[in-house]
């Protein structure tokens, strides 16, 4: 029998997409869940937002379109990104 | 045809809505078809010789898409790309540039009349391509084209839509049934922006042609009624042409994008962009800031330099990763408004204040002080950066804005004589009107937090102040409506053009 999917907060990829956050924000005690969002860390803006995606590009090893970067507005909105770009990979 | 007129509040937007909902009952392909008809009704009665003009380019522009998402991996997909790109800006610089350029290069040439809504409709399309290009549009029938790019609440001037968020609800069979929810609520957000346009913007047209018409004639009071004036006129004007667009989309069973989010409430400059014609900021993010941002970020990865904290605050990492791209973002985005030397030390000016605005981020990286006093102080400077910028913005030439600022800052005298009681009357009215406003501006709630009970945007809305004034169907606020409409209807007697028109 089949066991149900692990929720978004438990899958292995939002272990390593904080440890991408830590690097980016040099903050070893910064916390995500897939509903963090830019309100939640202040220092999240334009630029950070591309550092964090080059950084997550480089982890994973996978490739973001300029034009996706737009639909990202939460960690889980990324970690799913990554999901579907590794799966197609 | 504009929104503040007869012709349309009282003939066009029922009749098309009334057809809408019997064309559905023949399908939803007829109700399409009968939304573009009247969308290039609505758009020629402007002015019917641009009429071929839009048609070639949603045709032109469809058949592009068709072809580079037919050959998707292969090498001449890019070409197709570039030459469509090239071929929606050559457009626009026929119509909006070439004068200036060949005046410029001393070969002057009469500027031809810019075809209404081109930088809109141009740009709207350019995105289709590039999103076709990376196979993220994914809705490519002819008509499901023509009605994103022809609707015409958006057609003239935005808000600017993005093909996922509108083709998906026009495919939708939710849409072509009537609801009197929607129809209720579409109403009220039309009716909001309606008294933004008529009872607030309008009426300080005056005191801002006057202004800007002899600017070395103004004292310290005349300049700051004048900067304020516009200021505010611009706002209400903008910001109620989005209402009425996202109420008129909502009648028709449609959400819209925010385009206006309190923007007068900034707390930095940043944060003003992220709440000013909010889809040309999300455009520009998506097509252009991203794209270069990326770029460099990727090749200091490749060349083993840091791209977290540590490296953007180093010379070179807030040169490659800040400077640039907000820079060339902002000189374009100022320029997209016209090829007035005015509209690029707009975007430059923006672009400084911006770069200010990362560096004190990031070099003093405190979280903002949450103390009233604090709020407002933000408050204060930020509304003081972009009020220079709209001064910039609105003056025919650079001189005439410097004449502006220089008399704001008192370099043409500090003199509030009057010539008779009269005049000291009427300045005094003009400037209690003005507070007035500033009260609307900073303690009001806005549209989207009036109307939050019926989700009136696709974008999520924060409580705003005063809970009581939150929309909801009943008698009272049907009401309060039926007088809004009576007293908007009745202040449409001069109509007068949208200030956005012009781009």
């Known amino acids: 029998m089949l066991s149900p999917p692990l929720a978004l907060d438990q899958r292995p990829v939002m272990a390593e997409l904080a440890d991408v956050f830590?690097?980016?924000f040099d903050d070893p005690d910064i916390a995500i869940t897939e509903a963090t969002c830019a309100d939640?860390?202040?220092?999240?803006?334009?630029?950070?937002?591309?550092?964090?995606?080059?950084?997550?590009?480089?982890?994973?090893?996978?490739?973001?379109?300029?034009?996706?970067?737009?639909?990202?507005?939460?960690?889980?909105?990324?970690?799913?990104?990554?999901?579907?770009?590794?799966?197609?990979? | 045809m504009l929104f503040n007129s007869y012709v349309f509040i009282l003939a066009f937007l029922p009749l098309t809505l009334a057809g809408f909902w019997l064309a559905a009952r023949c399908g939803r392909t007829v109700?399409?078809?009968?939304?573009?008809?009247?969308?290039?009704?609505?758009?020629?009665?402007?002015?019917?010789?641009?009429?071929?003009?839009?048609?070639?380019?949603?045709?032109?522009?469809?058949?592009?898409?068709?072809?580079?998402?037919?050959?998707?991996?292969?090498?001449?997909?890019?070409?197709?790309?570039?030459?469509?790109?090239?071929?929606?800006?050559?457009l626009l610089v026929r119509f909006k540039y070439l004068a200036t350029l060949l005046g410029l290069a001393g070969v002057p040439i009469a500027a031809p009349v810019l075809p209404i809504g081109i930088s809109f409709f141009t740009f709207t399309q350019i995105g289709f391509l590039i999103d076709c290009r990376q196979g993220l549009a994914r809705e490519r029938g002819?008509?499901?084209?023509?009605?994103?790019?022809?609707?015409?609440p958006h057609l003239i001037a935005g808000p600017i839509l993005h093909n996922r968020e509108i083709m998906p609800q026009f495919a939708a069979s939710t849409t072509y049934r009537v609801s009197a929810e929607n129809v209720a609520a579409g109403l009220a957000i039309f009716l909001i922006?309606?008294?933004?346009?008529?009872?607030?913007?309008?009426?300080?047209?005056?005191?801002?042609?006057?202004?800007?018409?002899h600017p070395q004639q103004l004292a310290l009071f005349g300049a700051w009624q004048t900067a304020t004036s516009y200021s505010l006129q611009l706002y209400f004007d903008f910001s109620g042409y989005s209402d009425m667009a996202i109420g008129i989309a909502r009648m028709f069973?449609?959400?819209?994008?925010?385009?206006?989010?309190?923007?007068?409430?900034?707390?930095?400059?940043?944060?003003?962009?992220?709440?000013?014609?909010m889809t040309l900021t999300r455009y520009l993010m998506m097509y252009l800031y991203n794209p270069i941002a990326l770029h460099v970020t990727r090749q200091r990865v490749a060349r083993g330099l840091a791209v977290n904290r540590q490296g953007q605050t180093t010379a070179g990492g807030f040169a490659a990763m800040v400077l640039l791209p907000t820079w060339i973002t902002l000189a374009l985005a100022g320029v997209w408004h016209g090829s007035g030397a005015t509209f690029l030390v707009f975007g430059l000016l923006h672009a400084a204040y911006l770069s200010v605005n990362h560096a004190w981020r990031l070099f003093r990286p405190r979280p903002p002080g949450q103390h009233p006093a604090a709020i407002v102080k933000r408050i204060a400077v930020t509304y003081g950066c972009v009020l220079v910028?709209?001064?910039?913005?609105?003056?025919?030439?650079l001189w005439s804005a410097g004449q502006v600022l220089g008399a704001m800052l008192g370099l043409h005298g500090v003199s509030i004589g009057f010539a008779d009681a009269k005049e000291a009357m009427r300045a005094a009215a003009q400037a209690a009107w003005i507070a007035t406003l500033y009260v609307i501006v900073w303690a009001a709630p806005n549209t989207q937090q009036i109307m939050r009970a019926c989700g009136p945007t696709l974008d999520a809305v924060r409580p705003?102040?005063?809970?009581?004034?939150?929309?909801?169907?009943?008698?009272?606020?049907?009401?309060?409506?039926?007088?809004?409409?009576?007293v908007g209807l009745s202040a449409l007697g001069g109509t007068s053009e949208f200030l956005y028109f012009q781009f």
């Not at chain 2, 002819?142 to 015409?152: E, G, N």
């Not at chain 2, 309060?480 to 009576?486: D, E, I, R, S, V």
Request: charged share 15%; glycine share 6%.
């Open chain 1, 22 to 24: 830590r690097t980016v």
């Open chain 1, 40 to 89: 939640d860390i202040p220092a999240w803006d334009s630029m950070t937002h591309i550092a964090l995606v080059v950084e997550a590009e480089c982890r994973f090893g996978i490739t973001f379109a300029a034009v996706e970067l737009d639909g990202l507005r939460r960690v889980g909105d990324l970690a799913r990104l990554i999901e579907v770009k590794r799966a197609a990979a």
């Open chain 2, 31 to 90: 109700a399409g078809y009968w939304l573009v008809v009247a969308s290039v009704l609505f758009y020629g009665w402007w002015r019917p010789a641009d009429v071929p003009l839009l048609v070639a380019s949603v045709a032109t522009n469809y058949l592009l898409s068709r072809l580079i998402a037919a050959t998707a991996g292969r090498p001449v997909q890019s070409w197709l790309l570039a030459g469509g790109i090239a071929a929606n800006l050559a």
């Open chain 2, 142 to 152: 002819w008509l499901s084209y023509a009605l994103f790019v022809t609707f015409f």
């Open chain 2, 193 to 213: 922006g309606l008294l933004k346009k008529c009872l607030l913007a309008d009426p300080l047209a005056a005191i801002v042609a006057a202004g800007f018409a």
């Open chain 2, 253 to 277: 069973n449609l959400r819209f994008p925010a385009n206006f989010n309190s923007p007068y409430k900034s707390q930095s400059v940043i944060d003003y962009w992220q709440r000013w014609h």
């Open chain 2, 389 to 397: 910028g709209s001064v910039v913005f609105r003056a025919p030439s």
């Open chain 2, 464 to 486: 705003g102040p005063l809970p009581w004034l939150t929309w909801r169907t009943s008698l009272p606020w049907a009401a309060a409506l039926g007088c809004a409409a009576a």
